[in-house]
């Protein structure tokens, strides 16, 4: 996997656009309120408003638990032959990816996207074993149902429902996929990872990959995330044990939802310079080009 797949933003680039388009539209807002000095106008404050809004990595170690067959033992379950001969050449650990989200006041976002690249890369580079949620849990998640998620014998995902609640995914239509992998309390024999996993962002699409490799990626579209101050991904990744160290290089970044955009500059937009001006031609190039994150 190469940065290119992903399509990371610049962020630099992107808070100096952010700032062009800032000072121009703030000067055109001026110019038709008869150019003087007044409070912010719709344009500028819809842009401040994201230059102010932010995202940021929590610390990964907060929730780095190592995962041993002994560990699995004390929780009654077995592993399977062939995950017990994995451990006897890797190590291997859960992470819970925490993103802090400070999305200011009347900003709509349209994608959250985060990527993960671990490291050193070569013979004994580490692997993302599982990737948690995956996109085939997408129609679980827009349930809006309380999850836990464990791991099995074969160290797969399976997710836990309240009984009360197991009506709402056994009428998904893909329900015959999953169902094998979903259980109420005591039915799935499973060592817990995450205890109430909630993704109730309302109606989103999600993509995630990455397993069986060193880099790993999520992309929440439409996510209803203005009261949603941390969203949680869960990383089961594998260290062969010659490693004594990784590198872990993370970008995470919100894109704004450029209708939204375009509504707020509808005075100004025909004023605008020609290259910002154009960026709007594309709302994927635009809200790329205006994305907010960090790496």
């Known amino acids: ?6 399509n990371l933003p610049n962020f630099e680039k992107a808070e100096d656009l952010l700032n062009d388009l800032f000072k121009e ?24 408003r994201l230059k102010e809004t932010t995202v940021k990595f ?3 170690r907060s929730k780095l638990i190592p995962l041993t067959e002994k560990g699995f033992e004390a929780k009654g379950v077995e592993l399977n032959y062939e995950i017990k001969q994995l451990m ?3 190590d291997f650990y859960s992470m819970v990816v925490s993103i802090d989200l400070k999305p200011q006041p009347s900003v709509l976002i349209s994608r959250l996207e985060c990527q993960l690249d671990f490291g050193p890369q070569g013979k004994d580079e580490p692997i993302v074993h599982r990737i948690i949620p995956d996109s085939k849990w997408q129609t679980v998640l827009k ?9 099995d014998v074969n160290l797969e995902v399976g997710v836990e429902v309240d009984a009360s609640e197991l009506t709402k995914i056994a009428n998904l239509p893909d329900y015959d996929k999953l169902k094998a992998n979903i259980g109420t309390k005591d039915e799935l024999k499973t060592f817990i990872v995450l205890d109430s996993l909630n993704y109730k962002f309302g109606k989103f699409n999600l993509l995630a990959q990455g397993e069986d490799n060193s880099q790993c990626y999520w992309r929440i579209e439409e996510p209803e995330i203005q009261d949603k101050s941390t969203v949680e991904f869960d990383i089961i990744f594998k260290v062969p044990k010659t490693r004594e160290y990784i590198d872990l290089i993370g970008n995470v970044w919100i894109e704004p939802k450029i209708d939204w955009l375009n509504g707020e500059l509808i005075d100004v937009m025909s004023t605008l310079p020609g290259h910002l001006k154009n960026l709007f031609g594309s709302k994927d190039k635009a809200a790329k080009s205006f994305a907010v994150g960090i790496k």
């Open 1 to 6: 996997m190469t940065n290119h797949k992903f």
């Open 25 to 48: 539209v703030k000067s055109q807002e001026s110019e038709l309120a008869g150019g003087e000095a007044q409070e912010l106008k719709r344009g500028a404050t819809a842009i401040q």
């Open 58 to 60: 929590g610390n990964p």
């Open 88 to 90: 006897k050449q890797f």
């Open 143 to 151: 349930t809006g149902v309380n999850l836990n998620l464990g791991l």
